[in-house]
């Protein structure tokens, strides 16, 4: 055994290595409107999602983890099989460094449920040890890569490289929010639990592929999904894309029932589009995402689905149905995200990057979004990140994003906030 020199532990038997690394970012900071903090909720505070007016009328300021990256530990190691194959595995937990618990956003929902405490989200972390990632697989120099186990959906990893806010969690909606950056309509599945995944590079071209297998008797395809994506990168210009779509995707939501999180039942599907250039000390990137959510192939209940995350479910709502099964004319949300921005070095050590994100979604039906037959919202976001790096492990950052809200939004009588800011400062050290 043997202590590297920069801190991480590595274990070395023969042909193999395991290692341990994470990093650790925390941000001070103000949102103008926003309930309590929470320490459960990954990203602290909800960045994203508009509020109501007359619920949430207050700034907030406090400590937010993972003002840029989620704050993170994890395993990962390797065994050379020989002749350019390799075995792999990689344990991953994502943690809240200002409080010191593993990131859970059921948890957060429940802290907030029925109440106006604060304003937790649905996401993929939601309590488990290795809430990040975690699989086993083999890796071949010619033949690429396959993992099996709790993989990245192919969207999430296009949006941590062509992000122009380095996918960042409190001033990215693509960072925040994983239904638009990665779960392609289902935040849940950023993260794919029961899932086999396959990338390969061969020169400039990369592809892969993904399928969820969903584990249900007397249906394959119950609560399964797939994957697949593509690009090519050489020298300063990438470009990529990728489809994805799951059966029965759980979303979870605030529930009136104490210590319950309320879910519904889709289904989803997404295709993303990304590029980005560079010049100089400059890169542009941009990219477009169009996500679909309709009724669910199969039917649930709380007794069917058993738990979300290990919690209780107070109510299972198929998507385009009341919790008492009828129809609320809400048969299809459809979402358009579309964004530009890039960043440029000043100096080796400091960096600016700026983006504008849109995103559009419009609902079909009689109650669609409260808004009317057809209704539509959209909400705007404009951000800028100052990062400034003492060394390759350890930066400084300060972060704006302005968000606006429109259509049924801003409709008079909805109560909606029509905007709202967050303002942060952070630390960010890897190890």
Not at 44 to 61: E, Q
Not at 235 to 262: C, K, L, M, R, W
Not at 364 to 377: E, F, K, Q
């Amino acid at each position: 055994m043997l202590l590297a020199a920069n801190g991480a532990f590595a274990q070395t038997v023969s042909n193999s290595s395991v290692e341990i690394y994470g990093l650790i970012d925390l941000a001070v900071g103000t949102v103008n409107h926003q309930l309590n903090t929470d320490g459960a909720f990954p990203a602290t505070v909800n960045t994203y999602s508009p509020t109501k007016a007359a619920t949430v009328s207050n700034s907030v300021t406090g400590m937010f983890n993972g003002g840029i990256s989620d704050s993170r530990w994890g395993l990962r190691g390797s065994e050379d099989l020989s002749g350019g194959l390799k075995a792999i595995f990689t344990l991953e937990s994502g943690i809240n460094a200002n409080d010191g618990q593993l990131n859970n956003g059921a948890q957060g929902m429940i802290n907030g449920s029925n109440t106006t405490v604060n304003n937790a989200a649905n996401t993929s972390l939601n309590g488990q040890l290795f809430n990040r990632q975690a699989f086993v697989g083999l890796s071949d120099v010619n033949l690429g890569t396959i993992t099996f186990g709790r993989n990245y959906a192919p969207i999430f990893d296009i949006c941590v490289a062509y992000d122009p806010l380095q996918d960042s969690q409190a001033f990215s909606p693509l960072g925040f929010s994983g239904t638009l950056g990665g779960g392609g309509g289902a935040s849940e599945d950023t993260r794919v639990d029961d899932s086999m995944k396959y990338t390969n590079k061969i020169g400039g071209v990369n592809f892969g592929a993904m399928y969820k297998l969903g584990g249900q008797a007397g249906s394959t395809s119950a609560q399964s999904g797939y994957a697949f994506n593509v690009g090519y990168e050489a020298g300063p210009f990438g470009v990529q894309g990728a489809y994805q779509h799951f059966n029965d995707a759980e979303i979870g939501a605030q529930s009136a029932t104490p210590g319950a999180v309320n879910v519904t039942v889709a289904n989803t599907s997404a295709y993303f589009l990304a590029a980005k250039y560079g010049f100089g000390d400059a890169t542009i990137r941009g990219g477009y995402e169009r996500y679909a959510v309709q009724a669910g192939s199969d039917f649930y209940t709380a007794a069917t689905l058993g738990s979300y995350y290990g919690y209780p479910i107070g109510a299972v709502t198929p998507y385009g149905f009341t919790a008492t099964g009828a129809g609320n004319g809400a048969h299809e949300k459809v979402t358009d995200v579309y964004f530009i921005g890039g960043d440029y070095n000043f100096t080796p050590t400091l960096n600016l990057a700026v983006g504008y994100y849109g995103i559009v979604s419009e609902a079909v039906g009689a109650n669609a979004l409260g808004g009317g037959a057809a209704a539509s919202n959209n909400i705007r976001a404009l951000s800028a990140l100052l990062d400034y790096h003492f060394s390759k492990r350890t930066d400084v950052y300060t972060g704006l994003m302005d968000m606006s809200y429109g259509g049924s939004y801003a409709i008079a009588g909805t109560a909606y906030n029509t905007s709202n800011y967050i303002f942060a400062v952070g630390v960010r050290t890897k190890f």
